[in-house]
């Protein structure tokens, strides 16, 4: 598909297409129609980016009606949490800070049935100093768009890391945890299979335990807190996509992201954080596609949910860790 992820060989996305009851022409007829609709939207923006319409409605299950509903919610997020999406920049400071402490990490292979799998990797004990909660969010976002952009798959299973998780961390994520699972389950639209929780401290049992309360029981009945050794998981993923940390055939995590190891920086355009750096231009360009929230319309009754969540302010800058 490009330099760094591999996509969806023929056979996957027919038997995606088979499994969801559409095939290429329907999902061309189905995009070319959610077009229209948005043209005729007044309080969304005019998206023509068909590629960007067809993962959008793959990931709602081929659902047209959900479709609208999820990108109303998607665009309203956007507006609603303007400090955060009219900040973004790949190219910056922050993103690459915030990258070499916890990086979202896609992994170039997906599995035999098709699904990306993403590794939340935390490199080092971070300080309370060193965090603040819009930029981590900020990063985050940047490589979901991307990815929405991009990235073409059947479902995600996340990999949690929590190896060097500190306290000042579990401050930061319990503070937005509610906002996290709003806006990567109401606002985005991801189909999740599995999520494994790696290194899982004592001190962070009860935040797990809390953050499992914020999202729904189907996704919380998909959550496993992996006891065995990290290496253990070629025993239910696929040795051949999984980083050499986790005994796995592919780079290790710090080769995969791209940041500084033993002295000396690795610049390969393959590389995850280096690969998101090209999107600047893009990132800048989508910063005006947001819901006006003032308009309203027949399909946009789904914003009043993720007001409801976020509320009318659904600003990071408001949260503060002691």
Known sequence: ????????????????????GATKESLEKDVNNLKKWMEKQSHLPNVADEVFLANFLLRCKNSVEKTKKKLNSYYANR????????????????????SKLINFIVLPKLTADGDRVCIFKIFK?????ELKAEKFFEALTIC???????????????????????????AILFAIANKISTFSTEAYPIRYRKFYVLNLIPSFESFLTIATN???????DRIEVWTREPKDLIEVLSKSILPSDYGGNEKSCIELNGIERTGYVIFQIQLWINYIKQFHDWIESEKSLRADLKKKSDDSSSISGIIGEYGVEGSFRKINID
């Open 1 to 20: 598909m490009n330099e760094y992820l591999h996509g969806l060989t023929e056979e996957q996305l027919n038997a995606i297409l088979s499994e969801l």
């Open 79 to 98: 507006t609603l949490m303007s400090d955060i999406f009219l900040n973004r920049d790949p190219a910056s400071e922050d993103f690459e800070k915030y």
């Open 125 to 129: 004990a971070i300080k309370s100093s």
């Open 144 to 170: 979901m768009d991307v990815g929405l952009k991009i990235d073409r798959y059947r479902s995600m299973i996340i990999i949690y890391d929590m190896e060097n998780a500190t306290m000042a961390l579990g």
């Open 214 to 220: 914020f999202v729904k029981k189907k996704l919380s």
